[in-house]
Nanobody, 131 residues
């Protein structure tokens, strides 16, 4: 089981940027598709972004397209979420997630957007955007 630790959250103003990091340990990250989710108080966990194990394919929820970028560095076992032009509605706890993918040529570009797809989760990092 891969272990995930998020960092980089904080309190910012609308229009600011943050970069979240997710450090993975215990397994080779290149065999995992990765995702970022968020959960605001009183709301369900929401898909934000996903990236295939190769990094060649990505997906985003419509509300963050053009503002957020997911990326990964398999050599460093790190996944990032660059968040630009933050809005108050981005306020939430952000979670990193991992799904093991059998390493084949076909699976290198698979990504996943449902919480139920993922078996490993970090503890979350709080992002608060003030207006």
């Amino acid at each position: 089981q891969v272990r995930l630790v998020e960092s980089g959250g904080g309190l910012v103003q609308a229009g600011d940027s943050l970069r979240l990091s997710c450090a993975a340990s215990g397994r080779t990250l290149s065999t995992y598709a990765m995702g970022w989710f968020r959960q605001a108080p009183g709301k369900e966990r929401e898909f934000v972004a996903a990236i295939s194990r190769s990094g060649g394919s990505t997906s985003y929820v419509d509300s963050v397209k053009g503002r957020f970028t997911i990326s990964r560095d398999n050599a460093k076992n790190l996944v990032y979420l660059q968040m630009n032009n933050l809005k108050p509605e981005d306020t939430a706890v952000y979670y990193c997630s991992a799904k093991y993918v059998v390493p084949t040529d076909y699976s290198r570009n698979y990504y996943y957007s449902r919480p139920s797809d993922y078996s490993s989760w970090g503890q979350g990092t709080q992002v608060t955007v003030s207006s």
